[in-house]
């Protein structure tokens, strides 16, 4: 690739342009930072050219930034109420300096910077490799902050396409898998915004990518450490450019340090600000004035942005003889939450769709929830059995999802066995097969729930499935024979089917599996060569093994059908391998639930590649039972399972009181409330304060 070589004579960095576009820090030497550049050559290295596709994506990436971050959550915002500038200043002291250790740094004291500074002055006075730390007290001002520069680096990147994509993530979550950063990464791009992996792996490992990220305070308390090595060590290898936010207090409490740039802190608001704001906002707040003035407590609660702003709407025109007085903090902070939740409710008496105490009572749990599995975005789709809070809830729930899913296959193959052979016995051996078969999945799943691990591969591959399909094809041989008198002859043909559908159905889909990612969504389907050959293979290694046990019985076997069984696994093997799941398109705007709706369609798509497979095999055999069973295997499989696991689930959370039956529209009722905020297809608490005091409050 060619260098462009361009002179900038007499400008501030962050205010010269080549061919239209902001000259990145990176292309000039570092003597720069901080000053004006004079008669500098600066080189610019231009990024190859974007194909069509990749700058749709690009942009599309970009718009979903936008709108989740800026116009849903900062513009929404209760800081955004806040009308004020914050003060910032320097703290090079909560930052390790990579040369510190080959020249002598400067003084490390707090330095306050000139008034009007907004923290996108600083990011472009910072230079190579640009990383920031942004610090501040609860309340005030973090998140707003870093979405602010969000927005100003978006319209940059929206103008030119030679500059990062700035993208948001909350470090909250890291903590689950504590991953390599780099992979973290992938996983949070194809949750948050739907990024296909394989996409999201070259945006990462081509450092297509500027990252904010928020919430390490919110990253539990034992892996925060741990979090800041994965940070630096990520930031060493791809040197990436991040801006990482913390509460001051959790950061200063931790033994390792970011080895950043630059580091800012939020200064609190000052008494003269807070009386500033006050007269400014028009309404009527003589009372809390008035007490603010002699009031200490209340003095330091309103130096936060967020509890001032809370103030004002909580305690508009209302005399300060009425307002609540404390002389303990935190019993005065609760006050004002609790005042403000109450405010929230009155201000929006039409349309009450739900008792107020019934919304406190889901927030409460909905908040608990949220911090005990670090999340900071809820999914409906992404509900989990870990929701459920004792083990009684969750027996209910593993053997609820997986009777439903043995009906639901008699649906299909039971009732066409009635139909054709008019024997009642072989519809009741089927459904009483189905039913134990269903029982058996569930306590085998339960079981390994229980040893708390998520198996790798091949882990899962011999305790799972080998449980499955062995215990599955047991227990559908003694049903039959049971109801036929006789065990491996005629009627194996309708038993050993039944019992190898359930063993590959759920032991396939049992790898990697636990109570936190038992629901699996199916969203969009893909072919891959070497999965489907892979499981080929497996699928005719596994029929040759049962063939030749049951030839040993049944000699005639062979003949009669032992043939058409390992053509049926092959294929299994070949298009129920070679299918998978990614995600949803990145264009695509994402609703409440999508990912079940997405899973729903493929559901009816899956019994159509079933049942077409079921009927090539019945052209070969004549018999009909094989397409129903290819049809409800194929529903199942491609996202019927994880439609029946969603209902059941939210059939037990609904009967438990843990959350109403239409869910999407009690939260958007909430956000309408002002208690949550909508981020693209999910839910946030409008403040991570808001949701640590519901989490305090008793259910």
Not at 17 to 36: K, L
Not at 222 to 233: E, F, G, S
Not at 381 to 386: D, H, M, N, V
Not at 637 to 654: D, K, M, N, P, T
Request: charged share 20%; hydrophobic share 45%.
């Amino acid at each position: 690739m060619s260098e462009e070589h361009k002179k900038v004579s007499n400008n501030d960095l962050r205010n010269s342009q080549c061919e239209g576009g902001f000259v990145r820090a990176d292309t000039v030497n570092a003597d720069q930072i901080g000053g004006n550049i004079n008669n500098y050559n600066v080189v610019v290295n231009p990024r190859p050219t974007l194909t069509h596709q990749e700058y749709r994506n690009r942009q599309a990436l970009l718009a979903k930034v936008k709108n989740y971050w800026v116009k849903g959550v900062l513009k929404k915002s209760l800081h955004n109420q806040v009308l004020m500038e914050l003060g910032l200043e320097e703290r090079p002291d909560a930052i390790t300096n990579p040369l510190s250790e080959i020249i002598e740094i400067g003084d490390n004291s707090p330095q306050p910077l000139p008034e009007g500074t907004q923290v996108i002055d600083i990011f472009d006075k910072i230079g190579t490799g640009i990383t920031l730390l942004i610090l501040g007290e609860p309340g005030s001002g973090k998140t707003t902050t870093l979405l602010e520069l969000a927005r100003d680096l978006i319209d940059r990147a929206e103008q030119d396409t030679n500059q990062l994509i700035p993208v948001v993530f909350n470090l909250s979550s890291w903590a689950k898998k504590r991953q390599t950063i780099a992979d973290w990464l992938v996983d949070e791009l194809n949750t948050i915004y739907k990024v296909p992996k394989k996409i999201g792996q070259a945006l990462v490992s081509q450092q297509q990518l500027l990252l904010l990220l928020d919430g390490l305070d919110e990253v539990k308390a034992d892996y925060r450490d741990d979090c800041i090595v994965a940070l630096n060590q990520f930031q060493q290898d791809y040197g990436a450019e991040l801006v990482v936010c913390s509460r001051m207090k959790d950061y200063q409490a931790l033994s390792n340090r970011l080895n950043f740039q630059s580091a800012v802190y939020i200064r609190l608001l000052s008494l003269e600000q807070i009386y500033h704001y006050l007269d400014s906002v028009g309404a009527d707040l003589t009372g809390l004035r008035t007490l603010i003035a002699k009031d200490t407590v209340l003095q330091e609660l309103a130096q936060s942005p967020l509890m001032l702003n809370i103030m004002t709407l909580a305690y508009q025109g209302v005399a300060v003889e009425y307002l609540p007085k404390t002389d303990v903090i935190e019993e005065r902070r609760r006050q004002l939450f609790d005042s403000y939740i109450e405010k929230m409710f009155k201000r929006r008496k039409t349309n009450q769709q739900y008792n107020n105490e019934q919304v406190k009572q889901w927030l409460i749990l909905l908040a608990k929830i949220t911090l005990s599995e670090n999340h900071s975005i809820l999914l409906i789709e992404e509900i989990q059995p870990s929701w459920l809070s004792n083990n009684k809830q969750r027996w209910v729930y593993v053997f609820l999802s997986r009777i439903i899913c043995g009906l639901f296959f008699v649906a299909f193959y039971g009732i066409l066995l009635l139909i054709k052979s008019a024997q009642i016995e072989i519809f009741y051996a089927t459904l009483f097969s189905a039913l134990i078969a269903g029982v058996n999945i569930s306590l085998i799943d339960k079981f390994f729930w229980s040893k708390n691990n998520q198996y790798t591969y091949f882990g899962a591959l011999k305790k799972v499935q080998l449980f499955h399909l062995l215990s599955s094809v047991i227990a559908s041989e003694l049903v039959f024979a049971f109801f036929f008198k006789y065990l491996i002859v005629k009627k194996w043909v309708i038993g050993l089917p039944l019992g190898l559908f359930f063993g590959f159905l759920f032991g396939m889909r049992g790898i990697k599996k636990n109570i936190n990612t038992d629901i699996q969504n199916f969203e969009i389907l893909n072919f891959s060569w070497k999965e489907s050959i892979k499981w080929t293979i497996l699928g005719l290694l596994i029929s040759l093994i049962f063939s030749w046990i049951i030839v040993l019985l049944y000699p005639k076997y062979w003949d009669e059908s032992g043939k058409v069984i390992i053509m049926i696994s092959g294929a299994i093997g070949y298009v129920f391998g070679g299918l998978h799941s990614v995600t949803i398109e990145r264009e695509k705007k994402l609703i409440p639930n999508q990912g079940i709706q997405y899973s729903l369609r493929n559901t009816a798509l899956g019994g159509i590649i079933g049942g077409l497979i079921g009927l090539i095999v019945l052209i070969f055999t004549r018999r009909d039972y094989y397409w129903t069973l290819g049809m409800s295997m194929g529903a199942l499989w491609y996202g019927g399972i994880a439609c029946i696991q969603h209902f059941s689930l939210r059939l037990v959370l609904y009967f438990n009181n843990y959350i109403p039956w239409n869910y999407a529209r009690f939260l958007d009722y909430a956000a309408d409330r002002i208690f949550l905020q909508k981020v693209g297809g999910g839910y946030i608490f409008i403040h991570r304060m808001l949701m640590e005091h519901f989490a305090e409050m008793k259910p």
